[in-house]
């Protein structure tokens, strides 16, 4: 039964635990204990816990971070580090993250350290003084052991203990190319990654291999790398598809379609051949490789390799919650990528 009656009609400016506790005829380890979901949660009765849920949604209970922490000696924080937050790949990505770290109510702080150097070697110290509990790095290096769980996405870490979830680079790259070649495209120009990029190296031994087991020749004279990974401060990665695009024409479009290196330079090399007055895929087919959600609104509409980012980012949440709790996880999950096909590829012309 409630506790005392004038406590609903008369709620404090900020309800507290206390609060709840009197209204409920609770004590206030039975409601923190449902509010925390901890271990003994399960030993508590589904009518008492709806109960207080009820009175924490009616009086719009909000937690005290501050003696949570004094009780736990938890923050319940993480922090996530990336080349540039406002990037859509990165953007999608904390998306994922986001929601699972909603439901499992940790906080998070993000950090952008746009590609240059000191602030990559600083930014795990500096987030280290924040007390958090784990970390996620996004297409970021670490070269030292960490003393909370690290789970990176787009791997370029050198450090111990790093847990790494990362797309099947193989498959991504057979799948366009086998639909490139399924066109009848054979003389097959390609963007590779920044230098030290995550995904760079993996991606480009996965275009040898597709390239051998398709019969597509690899050509040096169609291959344009998209520079290195400090300097993508400085130029976007649509501009360094646009240049490099510029850059493969010049040279003379010996090649009828493109593999880029991911969505952006896919996007920034349409741009280019358009305005050389060829038409896409009219004269030359493009595939991207991420899905980024600016794909499908260019014109023509890209056809891509989809990487889940949003799901990724969720498995990283999830991955790096089970690590704090100390669970046992595998050092890497590969996650399966998907064909999109859209408007930027078609037969080749006869």
């Known amino acids: 039964m409630p506790g005392r009656p004038h406590a609903v009609d008369n709620p404090p400016q900020r309800v507290t635990l206390k609060f709840l506790a009197e209204y409920l005829g609770l004590s206030p380890a039975t409601v923190s204990v449902v509010l925390t979901n901890s271990p003994h949660a399960s030993t508590i009765a589904q009518p008492t816990k709806d109960r207080i849920w009820?009175?924490?949604?009616?009086?719009?209970?909000?937690?005290?971070?501050f003696a949570r922490y004094l009780q736990t000696k938890r923050t319940y924080s993480i922090a996530v580090l990336v080349p540039d937050i406002g990037d859509e790949f990165s953007a999608m990505l904390i998306s994922g993250i986001e929601s699972k770290l909603a439901e499992a109510k940790f906080n998070y702080f993000v950090e952008s350290h746009r590609f240059a150097p000191a602030q990559i070697e600083?930014?795990?110290?500096?987030?280290?003084?924040?007390?958090?509990?784990?970390?996620?790095?996004i297409n970021t290096p670490l070269s030292r052991r960490m003393p909370v769980p690290v789970v990176a996405i787009s791997d370029i870490t050198q450090a111990p203990d790093v847990t790494r979830i990362v797309i099947d680079n193989d498959k991504a790259v057979l799948l366009g190319l086998r639909h490139l070649k399924d066109f009848g495209h054979q003389r097959i120009a390609f963007f590779k990654g920044p230098e030290r990029n995550g995904d760079t190296e993996a991606r480009w031994a996965a275009v040898l291999r597709a390239g051998s087991q398709l019969g597509l020749e690899v050509r040096p004279e169609l291959t344009a790398s998209m520079g290195s990974y400090f300097s993508a401060g400085e130029v976007s990665m649509m501009q360094r598809g646009y240049e490099?695009?510029?850059?493969?024409?010049?040279?003379?479009?010996?090649?009828?379609?493109?593999?880029?290196f991911n969505?952006?330079?896919a996007i920034g090399a349409i741009r280019a051949f358009q305005d050389r007055?060829?038409?896409?895929?009219?004269?030359?087919?493009v595939v991207g490789i991420d899905d980024i959600q600016l794909a499908a609104f260019i014109a023509p509409r890209l056809t891509t390799i989809r990487q889940p980012l949003t799901v990724m980012g969720a498995m990283a949440a999830t991955t790096l919650l089970g690590r704090i709790a100390g669970e046992q996880i595998s050092e890497e999950t590969i996650v399966q990528p998907e064909f999109v096909i859209r408007e930027s590829t078609a037969p080749v012309k006869c």
């Open 122 to 137: 600083n930014s795990p110290d500096t987030l280290m003084d924040r007390q958090v509990e784990g970390m996620i790095f």
């Open 277 to 285: 007055g060829f038409m896409v895929p009219g004269d030359i087919s």
């Open 244 to 260: 490099a695009a510029m850059m493969l024409i010049e040279k003379g479009r010996d090649f009828t379609a493109l593999l880029a």
């Open 263 to 265: 969505d952006g330079s």
């Open 54 to 65: 009820d009175a924490v949604h009616k009086f719009h209970y909000r937690p005290n971070l």
